[in-house]
Structures are given as structure tokens and as C-alpha cells.
């Protein structure tokens, strides 16, 4: 995907300009998720499980090359065949090798950030592929050509209202539909996908080093469709996303969907290896493709490494008050809300990303709900650090705070300058910057008199009473 | 006891009436209170938006200020979290910043931690009040009980606030850097407040931003910062 994240500023406020329904359904959904992720988390000891999950991560990827070849080494016993892919380029390759070797034209797709990250659905187009997206909110932003906007749910912006519109348009279902009916046509279309697709396609939650089993979680049961109907299966699997053993799973299975969606587990869970064998129902072929695009880099940062830890559970999102505003599309990459503010930098370089870690108040709640304690307010303060000591800071900015360090190192031009608030004009470089805050809140009203002054008099009084 | 104030900047220019009623409040309870001269401001704006260079100066300069106090006490939770969880990462290996950690807190903490009051008197008896938790007071410096429980105890009548616990969208800098989301949020937070007499906060940012927000879509409600709730709770 082509990364637009230096464009959010201005498309954080044209979205909110222009449709304000996203905001609408955007803070209704995380709201409702939030609710549920905080009921799920007090039903166990989760402060316990937290740190589990947290150290588990942190030794995976303190030694993950030892566990990526044990991974590998597994699935090679079990038929599968690996590949290393250090970006969108070599995941292609791959992809380009099955479809002129299986004469692929279908293909059904379960839900997975990682491909979007590769840009797998334009390059299959571009061989003539036909792509089905078989999440059902995946295959709504599909039909409307729109990227994911949340990392679990990707439709999450949409209202219902538009779901309908979209779909009188598209197959002619009356503007009133149930969002059953709805769903019922979705699958019809769907279910004939799954029947005549010869490549399924799919991500992974957790790949177990110890067994090379992929693990992957949800809710509608496409995934177990998607990658078991078709003869070949390509799992693209992110290097961070590896577990030492499989009784891992038991705290990460249920930790995750916690997380996400408040549920104890997800209704699905697939676990798989390679083929399938003689007798066996299932693909002939299966490919697991281990994809860096930037990991390796990340995991040598010494102030970054801990974005790895991510589950993509989406838990910040929904308790993040800024993505509640305007949902993913703003951000302008893959990944949106507080993990994407400070994931995406990492992945596509500051520069790219330079305003997404100011998007961001700084309240902390992301890192109340991670279920792995990703300290991402930390991680905000760390790239807008290296951003100011990069150079990137805008020239309004640079300017006022040289003036801010110089008023506030000296108690003489503090003075003057709380004397300027009450009356003389202010010092034009700091004009901009009021006008951004007294267009939405009216002009400012200091105190008659500021507190210092207060307290001299206060003090006067008192030495007078003594 | 003796505290050294440190009114923060915010505060000091916009709500000049909560300096005086820590002051007061604080004497009241027997305490001695010394306003250090020099201080300006703790350098959050600037740590915040990555500017660390400038943040540094202004923590050091604010350590120098306030080197002999035993207490400092803030009537704002994120400057008070901006001297205790941040200095110490700004100035990394000084001994003096870590020590200095130690000793601050922000007003109702103070109250309710260190002299173990929980009762002031019952001067709010009756009032409605809102009481929005500044996020760095209620996440960073652990402060969420203090607040309520001294205002309950004055006989307030804390409201049931749905979004009590979400950000204003305040946040300094990022309510000028990002205008149109900061104001969303207000608009989000504001839509759910319940009817309230007094809005409350330990920070004057967050209260500037609402109350602005409030002015302009002409709510009229008193908002007020914590500590003159708290002076109102004593005096009556
Ligand atoms: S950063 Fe934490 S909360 Fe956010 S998606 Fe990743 S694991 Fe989930």
C-alpha cells in the first residue's frame, strides 16, 4: 500500500468535514468493543496475563532467529513450503510462481493486515486474478474500493444506511434490508467464490515454532473456508508474529480475543500445518511466506523494538479518543490508531510518517487496554523526539517554541509577557497559533490578575495583619 | 509542614483564583506555604512535542527553583506528572531529579496521601458537580479516587459522566497542531455531560479547552478548577 500518512493533518480534518457519519459509527463501535474489553479483562487476573504475554513476546524476539528456523524446520516436515520475503517484491515472486503454475484465476482472501502492508489484491489483479475479500466487512471496503479503516474490523466507519446503499446499487436488495438479508446476499456471492477458487489466501495470528502450526482466529468461519476449500493456500505470515510453544496459545488465544472484541475466545480457531495428507480433505498445496518488510530494522531500534510485541487486537484503537474522531482512513497507512502512530514511522520511515505521532494526546489510554503493555505514549514522545532532532518540525513551531524556552527561562519576561496577555499586543510570532485555538474556543480570558500578583498582595496583607 | 506551590504557568495566567484557594486551603490545614519566586513553567509544551532541549532547560531551571522545598505541591495533575514520572527520564542519570520526583504531588493527592484529610467541611453541600479526570492525573500519577472522595465528603454530589474518564482533547500542543480533532473531542465528551451545577478538574488546560468549547456553543455552566471547589468545601 502506498503510504499518504504525511497527509493526515489535513485529512483528519476533511473527514471530519465531510463525513461526519464516520465519526457517527466509528465512536459507537469502539465504545461498544471498549465496553466489552473491559468487561472481558475483569473476568481474570488480567494484570497476570498481561505480563505473561509481555515476556513470552520479548524472549521470542530476543531470539527470534533461533525460533524462525525451528519454525521453519517444522513446517518443512509437515509439507509446507516456506519462503523468505524481505518486502512486497519477493511476496510477490511467490504469488506470481503459483499463479502461472496452477493457472490460478480465483482467488478467496481471509482477513490480514500483512497483505495489505504487500499490496496483494492489486498485484493478483494485475495478473488477471480475480480477488475475493471473504471477511464480510473486508468485502464491503472491497466493493467500495476503500482500505481497511480498523485493524479487526475494517468496515467500522461504515453505518448501515451506507451498507444498504451500497448494496441496492450493487445487487439491486431493497433499500430497507435487514442487515441479515444483507449478510445473506454477501454470502451467496461469497460461497461461490469459496466453491470455484483455486488460491486461498490468508495471514496468521500466531505461528508456533515448536509444531510450525499457524494459528489463526475469528468470527464468521471464512478463514477455515478460505484456507482449506482451495487446492493451494499462501499464508503470509509477519516475522514478529512467532510463539515458542504451543501451549502458548492457551494464554494467547484467549488474551487476544479479550482484547479485541471482549469475547473469551473467537468463535473459530484454526490451527494449521502443512497439506493434506492421503485420505485427507484440504489443500494440496501449502505455502507460508515469512515476510520482514521492515521488521528486522524495527527489533534493532533500541527505543522501538517493543511495537513487535504487537497482537494487532486493535484494543488501542477502540479506546484511543482521537481514532474515535475520524477511524483509520486519515492516517494514510496500513495501520491507524495509537499502534500505528508508532508503528508506522518505524515501517516506512519518519519522514513518511512525521505527523502521525503527534496524533495524539498523549492520554494514555492505549496502553491501559494493549494486552501486551506496548508503552506507546512512550513510543509517541520517542519519534516526536527524533523527529524535532530530525529536522522535521514545521517553521510555526520551531519559531514558538524558541520564544516559549526564552519567556519561560526568565521570571522578568514571564512577567511581561502575563502582562502582554492582559492587554498589549502579542508577539507576532505566536499569532498562528492562537488563532488555531480561538477559532473552536472563543478568545482567551486570563485572570484579572495572575496568580504571582496575587500572591504578593496576599503576602503584603499578611505582613500587614502581623 | 511547609510546601512550596508551584501554580504552574497555565493556572498562573487563566485560573489565578486556584492559587489562591490551594494557598488559603493549605494554611487552613496548618500547613506553610512559600510560593518560590522564579518559577515559570515545568517545560511539558516542549517535552510533549519532542522539543527536549528546551523541556531540559526548564526542568533544570525549575529543580533550581524549588531545590529546598520538602514538599511541591501542584494544583494540576499533569505538570505533577510532568515533574514526577518525566523529569527523571529528561535528565537521565540525575540523582537530583529523581530525588525531586519524590516530593511532588498534585493538590488533592497531597491532601488525601500525605496529611490524610479526606474531610474539609461541607460547604458544597447540595452541588451538582462534573468532575472530568485529567488524563495524566488519572493515568500517569494514579490520581482517581483523592478527587471524589473530597468532594463527596464537602456533601457534592459527584454525577454519574459516562465519558468522566475520557480525554478532553486538550493535550497542549495538539489542540493547535490538530484543531478540528481536539475540538471533536470536546464536542464527544461535552455531549454526554450529565446536569451538572460546577464542572471540575485538577487541570486548567483541560477546563480552558471546555469551558472555550462551552463559551462558543453557549452552554453556560460554571466551571471551575478543583482546588477553589476544595477552598468552597472548607470555607463554606
Ligand atoms: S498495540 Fe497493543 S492494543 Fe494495540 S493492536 Fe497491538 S497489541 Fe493490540
Not at chain 1, 377 to 391: F, I, K, S, Y
Not at chain 1, 451 to 462: A, G, K, N, P, Q
Not at chain 2, 156 to 177: M, N, Q, R, T
Request: glycine residues 8%; contains cysteine; proline residues 6%.
Amino acid at each position: 500500500m502506498r503510504a499518504k500518512a504525511r497527509f493526515y493533518p489535513k485529512e483528519a480534518a476533511r473527514l471530519l468535514k465531510e463525513r461526519p457519519g464516520v465519526r457517527e459509527a466509528v465512536t459507537g463501535a469502539t465504545l461498544h468493543f471498549e465496553r466489552n474489553r473491559l468487561r472481558a479483562y475483569a473476568e481474570v487476573p488480567i494484570e497476570e496475563w498481561r505480563e505473561r504475554a509481555k515476556a513470552i513476546k520479548d524472549h521470542v524476539l530476543s531470539h527470534l532467529d533461533r525460533y524462525l528456523e525451528e519454525a521453519e524446520r517444522r513446517l518443512l516436515e509437515k509439507g509446507a513450503r516456506v519462503h523468505w520475503a524481505e518486502g512486497p517484491e519477493e511476496a510477490h515472486q511467490v504469488l506470481l510462481e503459483i499463479v502461472r503454475r496452477r493457472g490460478v484465476r480465483r482467488a478467496v482472501k481471509a482477513k490480514s493486515m500483512l497483505t495489505e502492508e504487500l499490496g496483494v489484491n492489486p498485484f493478483l489483479e494485475s495478473l488477471g486474478v480475480e480477488v475475493f475479500e471473504t471477511d464480510l466487512g473486508e468485502y464491503l471496503i472491497q466493493l467500495l474500493k476503500e482500505p481497511p479503516s480498523h485493524i479487526v474490523g475494517p468496515a467500522i466507519h461504515l453505518s448501515l444506511e451506507e451498507i444498504r446503499r451500497l448494496f441496492h446499487e450493487r445487487f439491486g436488495t431493497p433499500l430497507e434490508a435487514s442487515p441479515e438479508a444483507l449478510a445473506g446476499v454477501a454470502r451467496k456471492v461469497l460461497r461461490e467464490a469459496f466453491l470455484t477458487a483455486d488460491l486461498g489466501i490468508s495471514g496468521a495470528n500466531f505461528l508456533v515454532a515448536e509444531t510450525g502450526t499457524l494459528a489463526l482466529m475469528e468470527n464468521e468461519g471464512n478463514i477455515r473456508l478460505s484456507t482449506s476449500l482451495p487446492r493451494v493456500h499462501v499464508a503470509f505470515v509477519g516475522l514478529e508474529k512467532l510463539l515458542p510453544r504451543l501451549s502458548d496459545l492457551a494464554l494467547f488465544l484467549p488474551l487476544t480475543a479479550r482484547a479485541a472484541t471482549g469475547q473469551r475466545l473467537s468463535t473459530y480457531v484454526s490451527l494449521l500445518g502443512g497439506p493434506a495428507k492421503e485420505g485427507e480433505e484440504g489443500p494440496e498445496e501449502v505455502h507460508v511466506v515469512l515476510v520482514d518488510h521492515g521488521r528486522t530494522a524495527l527489533l534493532a531500534d533500541p527505543e522501538a523494538w517493543e511495537t513487535l510485541r504487537c497482537l494487532r487486537c486493535g484494543a488501542c484503537l477502540n479506546a484511543c479518543p482521537v481514532y474515535r474522531q475520524t477511524g483509520g482512513h486519515p492516517y494514510g497507512y496500513v495501520y491507524s490508531g495509537p499502534i500505528g502512530a508508532v508503528l508506522d514511522p518505524g515501517l516506512l520511515s519518519l519522514e513518511e510518517a512525521y505527523p502521525l505521532p503527534y496524533a495524539s494526546t498523549l492520554c494514555g489510554a492505549c496502553l491501559e487496554a494493549c494486552p501486551v503493555k506496548i508503552p506507546i505514549p512512550r513510543l509517541l514522545l520517542t519519534w516526536r523526539h527524533r523527529a524535532v532532532a530530525e529536522g522535521l518540525t514545521p517553521g510555526w513551531e520551531k519559531t514558538a517554541m524558541a520564544a516559549f524556552r526564552k519567556v519561560m527561562e526568565s521570571p522578568a519576561l514571564y512577567r511581561l509577557f502575563s502582562k502582554a496577555l492582559r492587554g498589549l499586543p502579542l508577539p507576532q510570532d505566536l499569532l498562528p497559533l492562537l488563532r488555531a485555538w480561538t477559532e473552536g474556543r472563543g478568545a482567551l480570558r486570563p485572570s484579572p490578575k495572575p496568580f504571582h500578583e496575587l500572591w504578593r498582595e496576599m503576602e503584603e496583607d499578611r505582613g500587614r495583619q502581623n | 509542614m511547609r510546601v512550596a506551590l508551584f501554580i504552574t504557568c497555565l493556572a498562573d495566567q487563566f485560573y489565578a483564583e486556584a492559587g489562591v484557594a490551594a494557598v488559603r486551603l493549605l494554611r487552613a490545614l496548618g500547613v506553610e506555604v512559600d510560593f518560590p519566586e522564579g518559577q515559570t513553567c515545568c517545560g511539558q509544551p516542549a517535552f510533549n512535542a519532542g522539543h527536549w532541549e528546551e523541556a531540559r532547560a526548564l526542568a533544570r531551571r525549575t529543580l533550581r527553583v524549588f531545590q529546598e522545598a520538602e514538599y511541591v505541591v501542584l494544583p494540576s495533575g499533569s505538570c505533577a506528572s510532568m515533574l514526577r514520572n518525566h523529569y527523571p527520564e529528561l535528565l537521565p542519570g540525575s540523582r537530583e531529579a529523581l530525588a525531586f520526583s519524590e516530593r511532588v504531588y498534585e493538590l488533592s493527592q497531597f491532601l488525601v496521601r500525605v496529611l490524610g484529610v479526606e474531610r474539609l467541611g461541607e460547604g458544597l453541600k447540595g452541588v451538582r458537580v462534573a468532575y472530568h479526570h485529567g488524563c495524566h492525573a488519572l493515568r500517569e500519577l494514579g490520581v482517581r479516587e483523592e478527587p471524589l472522595t473530597l468532594l463527596t465528603n464537602a456533601g457534592a454530589e459527584v454525577l454519574p459522566w459516562e465519558a468522566a474518564e475520557e480525554c478532553c482533547g486538550f493535550g497542549g500542543l495538539f489542540s493547535v497542531k490538530l484543531p478540528e480533532v481536539s475540538l471533536a473531542m470536546a464536542d464527544r465528551k461535552l455531549s454526554t455531560l450529565p446536569a451538572a451545577q460546577v464542572l471540575t478538574s485538577t487541570d486548567a488546560g483541560c477546563l480552558l479547552h471546555l469551558s472555550g468549547r462551552m463559551a462558543k456553543s453557549g452552554v453556560n455552566l460554571r466551571v471551575a478548577p478543583l482546588a477553589t471547589l476544595l477552598w468552597e468545601a472548607y470555607a463554606g
